[in-house]
């Protein structure tokens, strides 16, 4: 719905372009309306970005040499990547949740540098994929510290090292930023991604005046490199911070 106000509020202004254009999510087999079970331009990419994964890291590793080819090389160089985060974050007993937090990373990663292809779409630059991601790392914190610890999983919220007189309201603010996490959990990624797309496609709107079009093609070279770098690292903050959060329901007593 918000997408659609952006889009229509652009109909009405001057632009040319419409840089929001590019997160209108669309029905593949035709009509408009849009329910839960249509498959739709992002159900394609997120699939697509699956299928990516799949052949890296089955395709590629199979039959795995001494000497590596250069498939074999990245998937180990994530593997290897993903599992010592966990290891430094979270600690050695959180390396069994690696299948899932390794899943969130390279799913994040290969929708964000996927959706820089021409004609492409980022399924992590909407809010209904990146909370859907953040409250499923929400509920798999809670429920594994309640599992774990019972009611001392509660001692997270409890400042025992304050005063006594300001814990009840330490108490309080840990209360609410723990449930505000999966907002910020999901808005810090799709943000990000909606951002630079959209300022890519700004510059691109300017390469067609033939005045600035130089200039306006320098910003988007420039920009591609930036949001490739983006991609990764918000993969990497968003997986990082999920280490962080499973550490809290394996080791909750503050």
Known sequence: MATEAAHGAEEGSSLVFHPMDQFIVKPLFGGSEVHWYTITNVTLWMGISVLAILALMVLATSGAK??????????????GFVYKMIE???????????????TLFMFIVFSNLLGLLPMSFTPTSH???????ALAVFLTVTIVGFVLHGAQFLGLFWVSSAPAAVRPLLALIEVISY????????????????????????????????AVSPVAIIAIVGMYGLEILVGFIQAYVFTILTCVYLKDALHPAH
């Open 66 to 79: 001494r000497i590596p080819s250069r498939g074999q090389s990245i998937a180990e160089m994530a593997y």
């Open 127 to 133: 809010f209904a994929v990146t909370i859907v991601l």
């Open 88 to 102: 430094d974050v979270t600690g050695k007993d959180a390396v069994k949740f690696f299948p899932y937090v390794f």
């Open 179 to 210: 449930f505000v996490r999966p907002v910020s959990h999901s808005i810090r990624l799709a943000g990000n991604m909606m951002a630079g797309h959209a300022v890519i496609k700004v510059f691109a709107g300017f390469a067609a005046i033939a």
